[in-house]
Each structure stands twice: as C-alpha cells, then as structure tokens.
C-alpha cells in the first residue's frame, strides 16, 4: 500500500459505547499531544463534575481513567510537510468516523496551534459541533501562526491566556474570553520546587527559519561547561535530524518520553532553558525560569521578564545561556492568569455556551 492510500484509509480504534445520563450536556475533547494533555487535565477533571466529557486521543496514549472513546494514530513518520497535510486528512477521517458512531455532542473543545489540531476542529465543525478554541489570538511563527488562525476561524467560541490575545480576537469579531493559560493551572497543582540545580534544559523545535545545526552546535558547547538535560523535539519536520545529533554526546543526557509532571519538575530545576518551546514562555514565566528563546519560531509572542530572545546563531546562544547564573529566579508578572484559567473557562462554558 502506497503513503497515499495509507492517507485515504486510516485505522483508529473506537471504544464501546457506555451509560450515559441523559440530562447531561456532552462535550468533546481532542489530546493530540502530551503538552495537550498536561494543559487541559485541569479543565478535563472540572467538566467531568458537571458534563459527560468523552476524549478522542492522538499518538498520546492516556494513562489515567477517563472517557476515551476513540483513538486516531495521526503521524506518517516521515521527515517531511506533505506528511503534516497527511496527518490533519487522517485527523479529520478518524474523527469523523467516531462522531458518527456516537450521540450528538453540544460542545468540542481544541487547543492551540498543533496541526493535527486542526483536523479535530475541520472534523467538528462539519459534524455540526459548536467549537471552543483554548489559547487563539496568539502571534508565533511559520505554519503554526496559519494553523492557529485557522482553527480560530473554524472555532465558535475562544477562552485567551492573556488580555491582548482576546483583543486581538474580539477586533476579528470573535466572542472570546480573557481566563488564562490552563497551562499554568496544570503546574499549580502538582508539587515542583522552583529550586535551581546546575544544569541546562534544551529543547528546539523544527524550525524552518533557523538552522538547527546552529542550535546543535551551541548545545555540544554548552555541554562543555554544564550538563544538558535534552528534551526530544515534537514530531515536525527536521526533528529526526535534531535528535540524532544530540544522542549519545558526553554531557548531554536525552529524554524521549516524559510525562506532562515529569517534564515540569524538570523544567522546575532547571539553571536556565534555551530553545524555542512556547513552555518556557507560558510555564517558564510562572515558574520564574530564565529562558532563552532562540530564534523565529515563537514570533511575536507576548513574553514575560523571564525571556531574552536571541538569533539562531552558535555564538549568541552560547553566550547568553552562559551569562545566567545558577540560582536566578524571576517573579510571575500574572501576565498568563494565577492558576484558575480551568475555572474561568468552566464558567465560561456555563454562562455563555450552554447558558445555565
């Protein structure tokens, strides 16, 4: 079978149909990803003591009990964008198929900017499905900015991380909500010591504006004056590539699979993080870790004090991660919201969807 007829038929996994409580409002949820995860299990536990809240998974498998109904192996493992437009074609597919076999559902929920995202928000909205988009109006690089805003168009209803995000959405004439970033929810409820401990945490994603051999490069220094604790990239084009070169390297030790806590905790410890993941602008802020934000990936992001941008470039990225000492914590501007960004949208979803 060709890649494109494994793009025309793909297989996913419907679970059974269970009870349900016929009073009940029904809500959909997308986990694409771990950080989908990690930033919605929050408000996933708060809508279950109200709705039947079912979950459709990607390549993240959930470990903890609740209501998946379905799961949608979404990636061609290829190094390549085409394989990205592939994947959002087997998303909408497996979704599809899954919606049909269940009760209609008042409400979906997606989150972000990922592209397998945007096959769950195509997916709903053709279903009928009144859509609310978690962290729209935000402003990053590259095809995620195109994403983004393509969900944003597609989405009925928008919950923002911060104030000038849900502007943004309102001047487009979207009904948006200023609540916070459920990511920072997530790290107030577990236990990490924002302790510093000497060593640097890296993670680059692809990137098409900057060269990762660059990144790679300043890395292979920084390990000559400090361990680096690695964090594998997501699955965009290039990270193969990424990967390869950073394993097996002396001082530089990698983390394949972490989960959403582990990765936290880690984050927590760290002297300083240098890359380009949107974890260090959001958590990273609330955590006080100083961050390091490479290149043009994260576009025009709003960031809090804890961020200093620098070009794609060996020596600047060596030189700033270099000039932070161990030990250096900033205070959270609040800039993200204070850890009740769940509640505010549960609320949200309350007044203003289902207008209870």
């Not at 890296?202 to 490069?217: G, H």
């Not at 934000?293 to 270099?322: H, M, T």
Request: some cysteine; overall charge neutral; charged content about 25%.
């Amino acid at each position: 079978m060709s890649l494109i007829d494994k793009a025309q038929a793909p297989t996913i996994d419907i679970l059974d149909e269970f009870d349900e409580d016929e009073e009940k409002k029904r809500v959909l949820i997308w986990i694409g990803s771990r950080a989908n995860f990690g930033r919605l299990k929050i408000l996933i536990d708060l809508l279950m003591e109200y709705y039947i809240v079912d979950i459709i998974t990607g390549d993240y498998v959930i470990q903890d009990s609740y209501n998946v109904i379905g799961r949608v192996p979404n990636l061609l493992y290829a190094d390549t964008r085409a394989n990205m437009a592939r994947s959002v074609s087997l998303v909408t597919q497996g979704v599809i198929t899954i919606i049909e076999s269940r009760k209609p559902y008042d409400l979906a929920i997606v989150h972000a900017d990922r592209f397998e995202n945007l096959g769950f928000a195509i997916a709903c909205s053709y279903s009928g499905i009144p859509l609310l988009h978690t962290e729209g109006g935000e402003i990053t690089g590259q095809i995620d900015n195109k994403v983004r805003n393509a969900i944003t168009s597609l989405a009925d209803y928008h919950c923002t991380a911060t104030q000038l995000s849900a502007i943004k959405l309102m001047c487009r004439g979207c009904y948006s909500s200023f609540t916070g970033s459920p990511a920072i929810d997530f790290v107030t409820s577990i236990s990490v010591r924002k302790d510093s401990c000497d060593f640097v945490l890296a993670l680059f994603n692809p990137s098409d504006d900057d060269n990762y051999i660059e990144f790679v490069k300043a890395v292979y220094d920084i390990a000559s004056i400090s361990k680096v604790f690695w964090v594998s990239p997501v699955f965009d084009p290039g990270w193969k590539k990424i990967a390869k070169k950073l394993h097996g390297i002396k001082n530089i030790f990698c983390f394949d699979k972490l989960s959403p806590q582990e990765y936290y905790e880690i984050l927590s410890k760290a002297r300083v993080l240098v890359g380009n993941t949107s974890s260090g602008i959001k958590e990273g802020c609330y955590l006080g870790i100083p961050y390091i934000l490479v290149g043009n990936r994260q576009g025009c992001r709003e960031v809090g004090p804890n961020v200093k941008k620098v070009p794609c470039k060996r020596k600047d990225i060596f030189k700033a991660v270099s000039s932070i000492p161990k030990g250096v914590r900033y205070e959270y501007n609040g800039m993200f919201g204070n850890g009740n960004a769940s509640y505010n949208i549960l609320k949200f979803i309350k007044a203003e969807v289902f207008e209870e």
